[in-house]
């Protein structure tokens, strides 16, 4: 066997406790990308960040706005410069919070345990589109937060994700889900009790496709992972023979019933 | 890489494929099938080609036992139990016919079951078999069995389990078996409208999953072997499609009869 090509890339963590201004945030994930990440991203604009330009041309760039002590916002776009979204994350004032900042050359993952409130997340990057070529489609960037721009909590589930959809950027429900025909939580587990995880994929719809959203490729260094695991909390998974990786479980802000509703990023 | 266990073996030696043209009596159906699961290692009680079958013993222990029973010329009834004896389809007997005028009948058999797709004007297909549960041991805590619910129900006979979700399995601490059609396991997401391929068109397959439908916790059992799921549109009854199962490796698979779930239909090994 071998590695799968969306557990190849690159991957880098930190985790920074007692935030109370989401400038740290900047600040630290400023430094990760630029000076940790290898290959790493550029800043050809002060606050906005491109990834790695890939042999096939692919790159996502990421502007942040301290919107104020609490409210960062994220603004992602493609490698067209279309904006694929403008997402918020906020942190309490009552309380400082734990900030995970997840980046490699084609994801990057804000996850923020808020304590007193929901958990808050910034995310996004570019598909793997193996066994095809990478350049075999130009919808490749995704991405999401947890709230609009008008703190709103909308398309905010672990399912929903922007992307451009023929040629008009949206969320919707694109995650593929692992469940059966009327009950959500299942196949999460073998029936000996081992942690069944699965790939985040997505689906969109492609140039000219008005109505039929098609399979678009999978998210690097992210899987699904059964509920009932904390924010926060470490895995180690077998992801070839003899070869494990280990991974950090972000939070879900929106209560979910469905049984995937956690992912988990890697960091080792 | 290697070819996944539930997709292991060899033509003729682990798997066959049989197509008989013009079946005009369900008698047929069971020398036909007997032939082909003999082949493959099962026994034959009867010594005549009547069955009952066994399947070979697997490692752990399990076997699966078919049991067929000539109702009329065009029906013919099924009875599948496993290895403890319990009756896998739960409902006295399911139920299949061919056509009076006669019916293309095609036999998809492995080591540890079988399908058998009356191709009608609107397809029967009926199948059986033990659950492949790699990379875990197989049989710990136990072997997992399905068999179809349908096509006809043994109370009346009439043709409403046809889905590919309706078969029965037996639940975590189960005593008997039961069918919910959440047991098969989809990947879909909750877009109205999909089509499972890539951009360029190459199609998605997937195992057939069985897994626990009841039980919200959400228990895997496995995936049936010589069997993958592809997309409802592409995937026509009787259309056939080498998909590549490791590299330099290729199965042809061919849709049966069992009718559309969320965009996805069942097509089983045929070479």
């Known amino acids: 066997m071998a590695v799968p090509t969306f557990l190849g890339s690159s991957y880098y963590y930190i985790e920074i406790p007692g935030i109370s201004d989401v400038q740290t945030i900047i600040d630290e994930f400023d430094d990760q990308v630029m000076l940790h990440n290898v290959p790493a991203w550029t800043e050809a604009v002060p606050g906005t960040f491109a990834s790695p330009v890939d042999a096939d041309g692919r790159f996502f760039d990421v502007t942040f706005t301290r919107t104020s002590q609490y409210k960062l916002d994220l603004a992602l776009r493609d490698q067209l410069g279309n904006t694929i979204c403008t997402r918020r994350l906020t942190i309490p004032s009552t309380n400082k919070v734990t900030a995970r900042i997840f980046t490699g050359q084609y994801h990057y993952y804000i996850d923020v345990e808020n304590a007193s409130v929901a958990p808050g997340y910034l995310h996004g990057g570019i598909l793997d589109l193996s066994p095809e070529a990478q350049n075999a489609h130009t919808h490749f960037v995704y991405g999401n937060g947890s709230f609009t721009t008008a703190d709103a909590i909308t398309s905010a589930a672990w399912t929903n994700e922007f992307m451009m959809d023929n040629a008009t950027i949206g969320a919707t429900q694109r995650v593929v889900t692992w469940k059966g025909a009327s009950i959500v939580s299942i196949g999460n587990y073998t029936i000996n009790g081992a942690r069944v995880y699965r790939p985040k994929e997505l689906y969109c719809r492609p140039t000219g496709e008005t109505s039929t959203s098609k399979w678009a490729g999978r998210c690097y260094q992210q899987l699904l992972v059964p509920s009932g695991l904390a924010q926060g909390c470490k895995i180690v998974i077998p992801i070839d023979i003899g070869t494990t990786g280990t991974f950090v479980v972000c939070g879900a802000p929106v209560s979910d019933t469905d049984g995937y509703k956690l992912h988990a990023v890697r960091i080792a | ?271």
């Open chain 2, 1 to 271: 890489m290697a070819v996944p266990t539930f997709l292991a073996g060899a033509l003729n030696t682990d798997f066959r494929y049989k197509s008989t043209a013009v079946v005009v009596d369900v008698n047929t159906i069971i020398s036909d099938l007997s032939g082909e699961l003999v082949a493959l290692g099962w026994t034959d009680a009867s010594g005549v080609g009547t069955g009952p079958w066994t399947s070979p013993a697997h490692a752990s222990g399990a076997f699966i036992v078919i049991t067929a029973t000539r109702i009329s010329a065009t029906r013919i009834a099924w009875i599948v139990k496993d290895h403890r004896g319990l009756l896998v389809n739960n409902d006295t007997d399911t139920r299949q016919d061919i056509e009076a005028v006669g019916s293309e009948v095609r036999y998809y058999a492995n080591k540890f079951g079988c399908w058998v797709d009356s191709a009608r004007v609107t397809p029967e297909c009926w199948g059986c078999g033990i659950i492949d549960n790699s990379p875990e041991t197989f049989g710990v805590p136990r072997s997992s069995y399905m068999a179809s619910k349908g096509p006809r129900r043994n109370s009346d006979g009439s043709l409403i389990n046809q889905a590919l979700n309706a078969f029965y399995y037996l639940e975590v601490d189960g005593t008997s078996y039961i069918s919910a059609n959440s047991a098969f396991g989809q990947r879909n997401p909750a877009i109205a409208t999909t089509v499972h391929s890539t951009f360029t068109g190459a199609l998605l397959f997937c195992p057939f999953d069985v897994q626990y439908g009841v039980t919200a916790l959400g228990f895997l059992q496995g995936r049936l072997f010589q069997t993958l799921t592809v997309d409802s549109t592409a995937g026509t009854f009787g259309a056939e499609f080498t998909v590549p199962i490791d590299t330099g490796v290729t199965g042809v698979f061919k849709v049966i009869g069992l009718t559309t779930i969320s965009t996805w239909r069942v097509c089983a090994r045929k070479s």
